[in-house]
């Protein structure tokens, strides 16, 4: 694919993936709408479809519930395929009339992404609207799932990190036994090449059986925190929390709305970070706090190297995180294709190639990592890693997930977050075009 091929050919995937009102992540695997999908694809969309980019977000937003949880899906009812369904959930009583909603959340990378729309648009109008209920989303997440007032949100299931089978769950998944678990049918194992490239079926017990505890309690946070076996801070969900707190201050003050609270998140996030995510600075490496085991969850993930992204850390610790991207953890220069960082790191035991977030490149976290380089003015480095992605996708497309070893794309085809980054890629994330 020549480089100007590639911008046309990402365009198509998103116009291909269009349903009307909101982008399917995949026009196969996923074809309902996705929480932090769309707060991705909606990004790619500013640079040139900035109503479509409006659509996306305002259709995520109106799936809002009265609690003000943001649900990971709202579901087409013209679709089907999916499992689990919308009817499997029982959230009638929560969410918005005549909307058919999951009910647990994704990264809150919304207020980011609508930051980056008001820069395109300059459309006060539309960031008015979505403004209280972007806010309202982050109160949730700080309020009902922060009853310690840590500053951080905790997370009750795999699917709400986005990053559903990644080894940083292994241990908090074994110490669960499913029990009385319903009937299920997976549809996902008929939309990849091999079953191996989706998570097992020990791991779909496991997250049938959480949801099950949730619809028990009727989703109500106050007794679903006290017996959730899955209690995690986790430390990306938590950085990207932060990065969105930042761009919701941005918002309040382009709208002369009171920002008291979102400064008084801000600051607690600041305070804690570090304590919260980092047990040893001189490492430079960051990881997600179980809350059930009381301890921190010790995995060479790239999950480790993502609070780049925050530009919450001081320089001197982050130069060490800088300089794990380079190690043979993670891709070390001569052993993959593109210098890109796979999920998990090649020589932990747990790495499987091509297994979802157990291994493959994913673009999504390569782009946070690159923004990271950037506001810590690691340019040559950023540089690096944004050549390697256009690389990646121009040789092999735009996949869900990549084989680090090869750059062989796996999962699904036409995937839209990859399409939708590469666009913002070759804009170079830029705010004015
Ligand atoms: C469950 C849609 C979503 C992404 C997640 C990714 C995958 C779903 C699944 O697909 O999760 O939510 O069925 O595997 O892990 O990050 O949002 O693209």
């Given at each position: 694919?020549k480089?100007?091929?590639?911008?046309?050919?990402?365009?198509s995937v998103?116009?291909?993936?269009?349903?009307g009102?909101?982008?399917v992540?995949?026009?196969t695997?996923?074809?309902?709408q996705?929480?932090w999908?769309?707060?991705?694809?909606?990004?790619?969309?500013?640079?040139?479809a900035?109503?479509?980019?409006?659509?996306?977000?305002?259709?995520?937003l109106?799936?809002?519930?009265?609690?003000c949880?943001?649900?990971?899906?709202?579901?087409?009812?013209?679709?089907?395929?999916?499992?689990?369904?919308?009817?499997?959930?029982?959230?009638e009583?929560h969410?918005p009339?005549?909307?058919?909603?999951?009910g647990?959340?994704?990264p809150?990378?919304?207020?980011?992404?609508a930051?980056?729309?008001?820069h395109h648009?300059?459309?006060?109008?539309?960031i008015r609207?979505?403004?209280?209920?972007?806010?309202?989303?982050?109160?949730y997440?700080?309020?009902n799932?922060?009853?310690?007032r840590?500053g951080f949100?905790t997370?009750y299931?795999?699917?709400?990190?986005?990053f559903?089978?990644?080894?940083?769950?292994?241990?908090?998944?074994?110490r669960?036994?499913?029990?009385?678990?319903?009937?299920?049918?997976?549809?996902?194992?008929?939309?990849?090449?091999?079953a191996?490239?989706?998570?097992?079926?020990e791991?779909?017990?496991?997250?049938i059986?959480?949801?099950?505890?949730?619809?028990?309690?009727?989703?109500?946070?106050?007794?679903?925190?006290k017996?959730?076996?899955?209690?995690?801070?986790?430390?990306?969900?938590?950085?990207?929390?932060?990065?969105?707190?930042?761009?919701?201050?941005?918002?309040a003050?382009?709208?002369?709305?009171?920002?008291?609270?979102?400064?008084?998140?801000?600051?607690?996030?600041?305070?804690?970070?570090?304590?919260?995510?980092?047990?040893?600075?001189?490492e430079?490496l960051?990881?997600?706090?179980?809350?059930?085991?009381?301890h921190?969850?010790?995995?060479?993930?790239?999950?480790?190297?993502?609070p780049?992204?925050?530009?919450?850390?001081?320089?001197?610790i982050?130069?060490?995180?800088?300089?794990?991207?380079?190690?043979?953890?993670?891709?070390?220069k001569?052993t993959?294709?593109?210098?890109?960082?796979?999920?998990?790191?090649?020589?932990?035991p747990?790495?499987?190639?091509?297994?979802y977030?157990?291994?493959p490149?994913?673009?999504?976290?390569n782009?946070?990592?690159?923004q990271?380089?950037?506001?810590y003015?690691?340019?040559?480095?950023?540089?690096r890693?944004r050549?390697?992605m256009l690389d990646?996708?121009?040789?092999s497309?735009?996949h869900?997930?990549?084989?680090?070893h090869?750059?062989?794309?796996?999962?699904?085809?036409?995937?839209s977050?990859?399409?939708s980054?590469?666009?913002?890629?070759?804009?170079?994330?830029?705010?004015?075009?």
């Amino acid at each position: 694919m020549k480089i100007d091929d590639l911008l046309g050919n990402a365009k198509s995937v998103l116009e291909k993936n269009w349903r009307g009102k909101h982008t399917v992540p995949s026009p196969t695997l996923y074809p309902h709408q996705w929480s932090w999908d769309s707060a991705f694809i909606a990004m790619g969309y500013t640079h040139y479809a900035l109503e479509r980019g409006c659509s996306e977000l305002d259709n995520i937003l109106n799936g809002q519930w009265k609690n003000c949880l943001l649900p990971h899906i709202i579901f087409d009812p013209e679709a089907s395929g999916y499992f689990p369904d919308p009817n499997y959930w029982k959230t009638e009583s929560h969410s918005p009339k005549g909307m058919l909603t999951s009910g647990i959340v994704q990264p809150p990378v919304h207020a980011i992404a609508a930051l980056k729309y008001y820069h395109h648009s300059r459309g006060e109008k539309i960031i008015r609207r979505w403004f209280p209920r972007l806010k309202g989303f982050h109160r949730y997440l700080l309020e009902n799932r922060d009853p310690e007032r840590s500053g951080f949100a905790t997370i009750y299931h795999p699917w709400e990190s986005g990053f559903d089978n990644s080894p940083r769950w292994d241990e908090a998944l074994a110490r669960i036994e499913p029990r009385d678990l319903p009937e299920y049918k997976r549809s996902d194992l008929d939309h990849v090449k091999k079953a191996e490239e989706r998570p097992t079926k020990e791991d779909y017990d496991r997250y049938i059986y959480l949801v099950e505890i949730l619809k028990r309690f009727n989703y109500e946070d106050e007794e679903v925190y006290k017996e959730m076996p899955f209690k995690i801070k986790d430390v990306v969900f938590n950085t990207i929390l932060y990065v969105a707190n930042k761009a919701l201050l941005e918002l309040a003050k382009i709208l002369g709305e009171e920002n008291s609270e979102i400064l008084e998140w801000i600051g607690r996030q600041e305070d804690r970070f570090l304590k919260q995510f980092c047990p040893d600075p001189e490492e430079g490496l960051f990881y997600d706090y179980d809350l059930v085991l009381n301890h921190f969850i010790k995995r060479r993930t790239v999950a480790a190297l993502i609070p780049i992204y925050a530009g919450i850390v001081e320089k001197p610790i982050i130069e060490k995180t800088v300089q794990w991207l380079d190690h043979s953890h993670f891709c070390a220069k001569g052993t993959c294709k593109f210098p890109l960082i796979p999920s998990t790191s090649l020589d932990s035991p747990y790495f499987k190639h091509i297994t979802y977030w157990r291994g493959p490149i994913w673009i999504n976290t390569n782009w946070m990592l690159y923004q990271g380089l950037r506001t810590y003015h690691f340019n040559e480095h950023a540089e690096r890693l944004r050549k390697a992605m256009l690389d990646l996708v121009r040789e092999s497309g735009f996949h869900e997930y990549f084989d680090p070893h090869n750059g062989e794309g796996h999962g699904s085809d036409n995937f839209s977050w990859t399409a939708s980054l590469t666009i913002d890629l070759l804009y170079k994330c830029d705010l004015v075009d």
